[in-house]
């Protein structure tokens, strides 16, 4: 199993910026995409970036030029710079990772979630 702990959350004003973090541990051989997602009240989850073993990343349009996905597979950590950020931007945001293990093949797993309140 895999167990993943975030941290950097917070409140910020607008046109402030934030670095979320997502440190995964536990048994596994690999680690394949690693994404954020977030959920504001009232609304459905959403995908904000993904970046792939590969390093190739993709965003929301909303976020495009403001956030930067990153990852540390020597840590099995993924980062996620947001800059710019707007009162929109306020959610709860998830870690998501897909990783290999032996025992239980490909799995996805969830972090427990980040507040980030964007206000002045």
């Known amino acids: 199993q895999v167990q993943l702990v975030e941290s950097g959350g917070g409140l910020v004003q607008p046109g402030g910026s934030l670095r979320l973090s997502c440190a995964a541990s536990?048994?596994?051989?690999?680690?394949?995409?690693m994404g954020w997602y977030r959920q504001a009240p009232g609304k459905e989850r959403e995908l904000v970036a993904t970046i792939s073993s590969g390093n190739s990343a993709n965003y929301v349009d909303s976020v495009k030029g403001r956030f930067t996905i990153s990852r540390d597979n020597a840590k099995s950590t993924v980062y996620l710079q947001m800059n710019s950020l707007k009162p929109e931007d306020t959610a709860v945001y998830y870690c998501?990772?897909?990783?290999?293990?032996?025992?239980?093949?490909?799995?996805?797993?969830w972090g427990q979630g980040t507040q980030v309140t964007v206000s002045s």
């Open positions: 998501n990772v897909n990783a290999f293990s032996w025992v239980y093949g490909v799995k996805g797993y």
């Open positions: 536990g048994t596994f051989a690999s680690i394949n995409n």
